[in-house]
């Protein structure tokens, strides 16, 4: 598989379906909301179904729990956490981004950076990790998972960018004597930040896993990931399950984030009509 064809796999998931919520003018937050109440009314069944040899506990239990822990355990460890996904996110994005505009502008590359991209994610990162943690040890191995759970989603989603230029505006711009730096800065750069924003989206999410997996790996001693480990190693079955709610709490931060500035920067794609 190269990464046209992977390109022509991420363009056609990106492309635009028209759904019954544009038709019936619902609000955006509906449909999440509705999952939400769905999701915890089916843990709220299982839990008081006793599921799993009552290893579940039902919502109230774990949200007092996450009161009575308080700020005391959940910021340190949150805020550590954080620190580490967005490094990850900034260099894993930032290698990314800067090979697919290689790529672009240097054809010939595209098929080392084929192999670079498959590799980084197909190789098992935690055998990785251990030998970060070696060579490098603190928190590097939390930056470093970080940033490879990034780099391949926001490479492909960059390229299948870039290269989705309209071809009239690449003539014009031609036609003007523009050369191959005026084509990418004028049209191809542009065309590719709704693509590029869309990879960037699922990628806060992934250095949020990245990070957290990194601390799984020792070598640190706050974090998401630690106190997890403390939690199922005191069989504290409530805590272990707050964990990983401010997990998934600090992965949907993230992506809210970048979707943010996402509406910001490419507003055209947001606008009404622009789906149709």
């Known amino acids: 598989m190269t990464i046209t064809d992977i390109e022509n796999v991420a363009t056609a998931a990106a492309e635009p379906i028209p759904t019954r919520r544009r038709v019936l003018k619902r609000p955006t937050w509906l449909g999440g909301a509705i999952g939400i109440c769905g999701l915890t009314a089916i843990w709220w069944i299982l839990a008081a179904a006793g599921v799993a040899g009552g290893t579940i506990p039902t919502p109230w239990v774990v949200i007092s729990t996450m009161f009575d822990d308080g700020w005391a355990l959940y910021g340190p460890n949150f805020t550590v956490t954080a620190s580490g996904a967005l490094q990850g996110f900034l260099w894993g994005?930032?290698?990314?981004?800067?090979?697919?505009?290689?790529?672009?502008?240097?054809?010939?590359?595209?098929?080392l950076a084929t192999q670079l991209a498959i590799l980084s994610y197909c190789t098992p990162l935690l055998a990785l990790g251990p030998i970060i943690l070696v060579v490098f040890g603190g928190r590097t191995p939390t930056i470093f998972l970080a940033a490879m759970y990034c780099f391949f989603t926001t490479m492909v989603g960059t390229l299948a960018g870039l290269r989705s230029a309209d071809k009239a505006s690449l003539d014009?711009?031609?036609?003007?004597?523009?050369?191959?730096?005026?084509?990418?800065?004028?049209?191809?750069?542009?065309?590719?930040?709704?693509?590029?924003?869309?990879?960037?989206?699922?990628?806060?999410?992934?250095a949020v896993l990245g990070a957290i997996l990194g601390e799984y790996?020792?070598?640190?001693?706050?974090?998401?990931?630690?106190?997890?480990?403390?939690?199922?190693?005191?069989?504290?079955?409530?805590?272990?399950?707050?964990?990983?709610?401010?997990?998934?709490?600090?992965?949907?931060?993230?992506?809210?984030l970048v979707a943010a500035v996402a509406k910001i920067v490419t507003p055209w794609t947001s606008a009404p009509g622009a789906q149709k």
């Open 93 to 111: 994005n930032l290698l990314a981004i800067a090979l697919a505009v290689l790529v672009v502008l240097i054809p010939p590359i595209e098929g």
């Open 217 to 256: 790996l020792g070598g640190v001693d706050s974090g998401i990931g630690v106190a997890l480990t403390a939690a199922q190693s005191s069989y504290n079955v409530p805590r272990t399950w707050g964990m990983a709610i401010a997990a998934a709490l600090l992965a949907g931060l993230g992506y809210a």
């Open 172 to 206: 014009l711009v031609a036609a003007y004597g523009g050369g191959r730096w005026q084509k990418f800065t004028k049209v191809q750069l542009v065309s590719a930040l709704p693509s590029t924003f869309a990879a960037l989206k699922i990628a806060a999410p992934s």
